[in-house]
């Protein structure tokens, strides 16, 4: 860094999230938001990224805590919703209208957004799957986000990357997560650095 030149501010992500967010039944040091913070900061970015998953929350969950869980000086969030509304059967219209009312509100805040997709379980059966799958791409090219287009890429149905129920990820599932989602996390906060103009 040149001489007198000022380190770039640091960036404040929130993960809004699930379960697969929060780290359920993780330890804390293993979480989704713990190990992507150290890996951002192992590449010499001033990142802090700021756990806001609630084990079992859906995409009304989400929406009704939005404001609270992404406070006054957040950057950029990384929205992880999706999952329980297809494992409840919830109408996939309501999670779309849901999802779409959070990235309206992020953007009327000009907060960047990286979406991550989610897939709906086979035994949802395949008009479920029709309806809720294409949810996530739809949105993302819509409103020009940032997209990851299934979070559980390389982990889902790896036995031995989750926890004994199958559906979590373990320590070493979450590190297969962090690193498949990284490039798309720097490109989230070249994105706020550019809106800084700088």
Do not use: C
Request: proline share 8%; charged share 20%; aromatic share 4%.
């Amino acid at each position: 860094m040149p001489a007198g030149a000022q380190a770039p501010r640091p960036v404040t992500i929130v993960a809004l999230g699930d379960s697969l967010t929060a780290g359920y039944q993780l330890p804390p040091a293993d979480a989704f938001p713990v190990k992507l913070q150290a890996a951002l900061r192992a590449k010499g970015l001033a990142v802090t990224v700021e756990n806001a998953g609630v084990s079992g929350d859906t995409s009304t969950g989400g929406l009704e805590r939005l404001d609270w869980a992404v406070g006054d000086g957040v950057d950029a969030v990384i929205l992880e919703l999706g999952a329980n509304d297809a494992l409840r059967g919830i109408d996939p219209a309501i999670t779309r209208r849901n999802l779409e009312a959070i990235i309206a509100r992020l953007k009327e805040r000009n907060i960047p957004i990286l979406l991550t997709g989610m897939i709906a379980p086979p035994n949802m059966g395949s008009t479920y799957g029709a309806a809720f799958n294409p949810i996530f791409p739809e949105l993302a090219a819509k409103h020009g986000l940032i997209f990851d287009p299934f979070f559980l890429e390389g982990v889902a149905a790896e036995r031995d990357l989750n926890l004994a129920d199958g559906m979590h990820p373990n320590g070493r599932g979450v590190d297969v997560i962090v690193r498949r989602i990284l490039p798309k996390v720097e490109e989230l906060i070249a994105q706020v650095r550019s809106r800084r103009g700088g």
